[in-house]
């Protein structure tokens, strides 16, 4: 996941601040404390699926649109 699509947004297209392709240590990026609800991957791309991270602001817009409690849910991805 290291090339530049692996940091955009497969929904969006902007920057998913991914902390594993930015080389942080493992289970430190945001997205590792997220609960990813299942319906969400599929709106990507099934070329996209496991290739590029989907990003927070989508993730939070996706949850408030679909009624889906959001915060720290213990990275359920």
């Known amino acids: 996941m290291k090339d530049g699509k692996a940091m955009t ?3 969006c297209g902007r920057d998913n601040d991914c902390g594993n392709v930015a080389g942080k ?11 990813f ?4 991957f599929e709106l990507v791309k099934p070329e996209q699926l ?13 949850k408030d649109r679909n009624g889906v409690a959001t915060g720290d849910s213990g990275g359920s991805r």
């Open 50 to 62: 496991g290739k590029s991270c989907i990003c927070k602001t989508c993730l939070e817009r996706f």
């Open 9 to 11: 947004c497969p929904l």
């Open 25 to 35: 240590p493992h289970g430190t990026c945001w997205c590792s404390k997220q609960n």
């Open 37 to 40: 609800p299942k319906s969400i």
